[in-house]
């Protein structure tokens, strides 16, 4: 089944009571039981729901994957994943990553004795320095937000095989209409779902994706433990927004490079950072593990000049000050201040983080339109 008909019909079916061909709501906290232990699939909603369960199968339909798990959170479904280690256990992570994920690493699983290591993954040679007898995970986030560095998949998950380490992709920018990071051989893949998967900026939720069997087991295991599911509502939400996520994928691929055009050309832009670009950072790569290069953009300013960042932010029309991405809507955002705040300043300015760094979620609006919001901003 190609992808385009994938998103209408993998994982869902027409509801077996009533037949309709949407999935129902199933509001419910629990089910009825013929006798002890005999139930129709279903006991209580935190372990089990049946539209949760349809989104589910849906994502993992779509990642090309065997099992898929839904939580309240894109961090719900990271904190889910360090559960599977142990303390003393080593993580490598990329020195350029979304500062919710820095802030779990850092300021929650650190004091239970999980270290962390931050490298610069667009060189594969300082993951493979980073890695000791106790590295049990990798974790991986390309595009890397807000830098839109290229991290090669394949050969992390290569180097982590030949030292029986788990390699976790952050999928989220990329989306797996672009890339799907289980068949360069990574073991579980990271959905920020309140992004391009929802599309609509209406849902706060998390996935997570994986083919291998004791894998998913730990994760079921954990989220039934912990309790941190998404609820019913939230879950059609999300089968809604996939139906479309090719064709908004598209465009933001699209308006996204045309923009990143017009970023490059305009005299008060210092650097653009857009994966598109031949001179970008690991461009190879994004062509050989990206079959387009996504509607995220970053850039600076000439001066590093943070006053005038935050003007522009505050001038623009359609691109709305706001955090998230991955709406039908452009949003405009300042890393330093908004998503990154949580790193310390030195730790933003070594991966790039300037103070002047704009990060755009271009959306589906009419790309001319956004350009002139950007040029009138910018004068």
């Not at 999928?171 to 992004?195: C, W």
């Not at 979620?361 to 790309?367: F, K, P, R, T, W």
Request: net charge negative; aromatic share 8%.
């Amino acid at each position: 089944m190609k992808f385009n008909t994938k998103v209408i019909h993998a994982g869902v079916h027409p509801d077996s009571a009533t037949g309709a061909i949407m999935t129902p709501i199933y509001q419910t906290s629990t089910y009825v039981q013929d006798e002890i232990g005999v139930h129709k699939g279903f006991e209580y909603s935190r372990t089990g729901n049946p539209t949760r369960s349809a989104l589910e199968n849906s994502i993992a339909a779509i990642e090309n994957g065997k099992y898929g798990a839904c939580f309240g959170s894109g961090l719900a479904a990271i904190d889910c994943v360090v559960k599977m280690l142990s303390p003393g256990d080593e993580v490598i992570s990329t020195n350029d990553l979304y500062g919710g994920s820095y802030r779990i690493f850092k300021t929650i699983f650190e004091k239970y004795g999980i270290k962390f290591h931050f490298v610069n993954m667009i060189d594969i040679e300082n993951i493979r320095s980073a890695i000791n007898e106790k590295t049990k995970l990798i974790w991986v986030e390309t595009p890397t937000n807000p830098m839109m560095n290229i991290i090669d998949i394949k050969a992390v998950s290569d180097l982590a095989k030949q030292n029986n380490i788990w390699v976790g992709v952050d999928n989220t920018f990329a989306t797996p209409y672009l890339q799907r990071p289980l068949e360069l051989g990574a073991d579980i893949v990271m959905h920020s779902v309140t992004k391009y998967l929802g599309g609509h900026s209406d849902v706060v939720m998390g996935a997570l994706v994986t083919s291998n069997d004791d894998i998913a087991e730990e994760i079921y295991r954990i989220q039934n433990s912990s309790g941190a599911v998404c609820g019913p509502m939230d879950s059609f939400l999300v089968l809604r927004g996939i139906k479309t996520l090719h064709l908004r994928i598209q465009r933001h691929c699209e308006n996204g490079k045309k923009i990143a055009v017009f970023l490059k050309n305009h005299p008060i832009v210092d650097e653009v950072f857009w994966p598109g670009f031949e001179n970008h950072p690991n461009h190879h790569v994004a062509k050989s593990q990206m079959s387009d290069f996504g509607g995220m953009v970053s850039f600076t300013l000439k001066g590093d000049d943070l006053e005038k960042a935050k003007k522009i932010v505050s001038l623009t029309k359609l691109f709305t000050l706001a955090e998230s991405l991955g709406g039908v809507e452009s949003l405009i955002g300042h890393p330093s201040t908004m998503t990154h705040a949580s790193i310390p300043r030195e730790e933003r300015l070594k991966s790039g983080v300037k103070d002047s760094l704009i990060r755009l979620s271009v959306g589906v609006e009419d790309a001319e339109d956004l350009v002139n919001d950007l040029s009138n901003a910018m004068t």
